[in-house]
């Protein structure tokens, strides 16, 4: 049976590796609303990396980001929802990381900014703002964790330890914090990014399907790192994609094409 939904993560999955969309893909995506299929992205990537992309986003112009932490308006640049980290609780996270892991650094992804400490490692601070426009947009805070402003939005807190981060260090992660949190790594080399205890892929997709009253069986999700598993788990039919991490191509239903190869149109077009 056809889908009511089709969710997708986009760098990896939707986007080629190059981080661009193909004109295939775009016209499979496209034509999902004309068959009266909705579609939503589901992306690790904070709102400000959206507005370049707001032609894959769908006519709503919603994306589920920051791992589920946000539902961001893209016309708008507007968080319509945030499931965050308490301040309280952020503080004493990075306290014990930095206490168990010497020379971690953090990254704080909010509903209106970044907020990013001197010593993050592998990020060049000294970066002129045309260079840097991606990571630190105008209005980031560049200081200690705990001059985060009380009022701040946290939707990702990004634990680093170097500038490139093994699956090791990020499972390290996971089991100091346990269920006071959600740990996952997004991409290869990746820091480890921590939501909100529950806030996950699958959680937002569901709160996304739930206001369109489509259920979990009548959707069909494609990924391909780890922190794309609660929402393959969750839909009723999953896709990885061919260059997708081990534990996803394990998981998934079925396998698709690789992102190279516009693997997500192969499977719409036959829509």
């Known amino acids: 049976m056809p889908p009511k939904l089709v969710a997708s993560d986009l760098d990896g999955t939707l986007l080629r590796p190059d981080a661009t969309v193909s004109p295939r893909t775009a016209a499979a995506w496209s034509r999902l609303a004309d ?6 992205v589901v992306t690790a990537r904070p709102p400000r990396w959206l507005h370049a992309l707001e032609a894959v986003v769908g006519r709503h112009g919603t994306a589920i ?5 946000f539902v961001y308006d893209v ?10 980290i308490p301040r309280d609780l952020l503080l004493e996270i990075a306290a014990e990381l930095r206490d168990r892991f010497p020379g971690v650094g953090f990254l704080v992804e909010l509903a209106t900014g970044v907020h990013v400490e ?9 970066w002129t703002p045309n260079d840097a426009s991606d ?9 200690p964790l705990d001059r985060l402003d009380p009022d701040a939005v946290v939707g990702k807190l990004l634990a680093r330890r170097g500038p490139v981060d093994d699956e090791p260090f990020v499972r ?9 949190a959600t740990v996952v790594q997004s991409h290869h080399g990746g820091p480890a990014e921590i939501a909100a205890a529950g806030v996950t892929k699958a959680s937002g997709l569901q709160r996304w399907c739930d206001t369109l009253d489509i259920d979990a069986a009548d959707v069909w999700a494609f990924g391909d790192m780890p922190n794309d598993l609660p929402m393959l788990r969750w839909a009723g039919t999953s896709y990885a994609m061919a260059n997708g991490h081990p534990e996803v191509l394990a998981a998934a239903d079925h396998v698709c094409a690789s992102n190279a190869d516009d693997g997500v149109a192969q499977i719409l077009e036959t829509l």
């Open 65 to 69: 980001c920051a791992n589920g932490a």
């Open 118 to 126: 001197p010593d993050y490692p592998g990020i060049d601070l000294e």
């Open 172 to 180: 390290a992660v996971a089991r100091v914090l346990g269920d006071r």
């Open 135 to 143: 990571w630190f947009p105008e209005g980031t805070v560049r200081a």
């Open 35 to 40: 068959l009266d299929i909705e579609s939503v």
């Open 75 to 84: 016309p708008s640049h507007t968080v319509k929802q945030a499931h965050a």
